[in-house]
Structures are given as C-alpha cells and as structure tokens.
C-alpha cells in the first residue's frame, strides 16, 4: 500500500511541474508562411495551425515549437536518381527532397533527416533512407548537425521509393509540433 501510494504522488507532483512549467499559450506552435509574417505596425493576429494548409514547394515556414526557425522544400525529385551499384531494392527507386531548415532563435539546435517523410495517396509514409554516400545527389542534408543562431542547414535527403505511384506530400515533424507541415509536390 506504501508502494502505491508514494507511486501516485510522485506522478502527481512530475505532473504538476510539468503543467507548472508549459508556458502561458496553448501549446501549440505557429506557423505561418514568411510572406503573411505580421510587420511591426500590424496588428498581431493568429497563426494558423500546421495542418490547416499544404504549402507549395518554395513556401518558407516560420515555426515557433521550443525555438524559432524556418523549414522550406526548395524541390523534389523522383526520377533519374542513381545511389551506386547494389544500392536499389528491386522495384524500387531514389528520390530526394531538397530542403532548408533556418535558426531563428538565439540558442542552437540540433536538425535531423529523420523528421522528414514522404506521403502517398493512400496513406502510406516513406522515412529517409538510412544511407549517406558519394553517389547520392549532393548536398546531403547532415545526420544530428547543431544549427547556430542565425544559420541554416540545406541539403538533400534521400528516400528509396516504389518504382510505382508518386508521393504527393512531404512532411516535417520535428519534436513540438503536434502535426506535421505539409508541402505538396506537384504532379510530373
């Protein structure tokens, strides 16, 4: 009983620490497009959230989850793509999404391929492939890299995908976003 009961007040306490320390807003971030950003003489209004629009590749993101950055697709790319002899599965194919995640805030934070995915029509999601290598288009987008205030990290990363079909979304879900911002890629 003991046990039990000091169990249950320590989860009570760790949570209401946790609740102590969320900030004053909703918890969810903000994300707009760079060019619907407020200007100081407007007068602020909210932001929507991320899964109230798909973007188009090109659209830059603000984001506001923990720190302040910008995430952008500058392209995709499904065809024509080699990793090197061996390297493809058969029926299937590379892609890469060539992306660009900017630093905002004054503290570093670390970027990962990993938050990146594809989506398909009929809801499978694609993650990364776990490769990195000469053959791949460069850029490669770094696996764990620290961004420092004020700089940005670009670069491709890389998915192996059905020689079939086409994906038709790419996702960004870094950690403090409740859902992922979406940019929709345009039919070949």
């Known amino acids: 009983m003991r046990t039990r009961t000091t169990t249950v007040a320590t989860a009570a306490l760790l949570l209401?620490?946790?609740?102590?320390?969320?900030?004053?807003?909703?918890?969810?971030?903000?994300?707009?497009k760079a060019s619907d950003t407020p200007s100081a003489s407007n007068s602020p209004s909210p932001s929507p959230s991320p899964s109230s629009k798909t973007y188009k590749l090109g659209d830059t993101i603000d984001i506001s989850a923990g720190y302040d950055f910008s995430a952008v697709v500058l392209a995709f790319k499904d065809k024509g793509i080699s990793a090197g002899p061996g390297l493809e599965s058969a029926g299937q194919k590379w892609a890469v999404a060539e992306v660009k995640v900017c630093n905002k805030d004054t503290e570093p934070f670390e970027v990962s391929p990993f938050v990146w995915a594809l989506a398909y029509e009929d809801g499978a999601r694609?993650?990364?492939?776990h490769i990195t290598g000469s053959e791949l288009p460069q850029p490669l987008y770094p696996a764990d890299a620290k961004v420092r205030a004020g700089d940005c990290v670009r670069g491709n990363v890389s998915f192996e995908v059905p020689d079939e079909g086409r994906a038709e979304r790419v996702l960004y879900s870094p950690g403090g976003l409740d859902e992922p911002v979406e940019w929709t890629i345009p039919k070949a």
């Open 126 to 129: 694609l993650e990364p492939a």
């Open 16 to 32: 209401a620490t946790l609740v102590s320390c969320s900030s004053g807003s909703s918890g969810k971030p903000t994300v707009a």
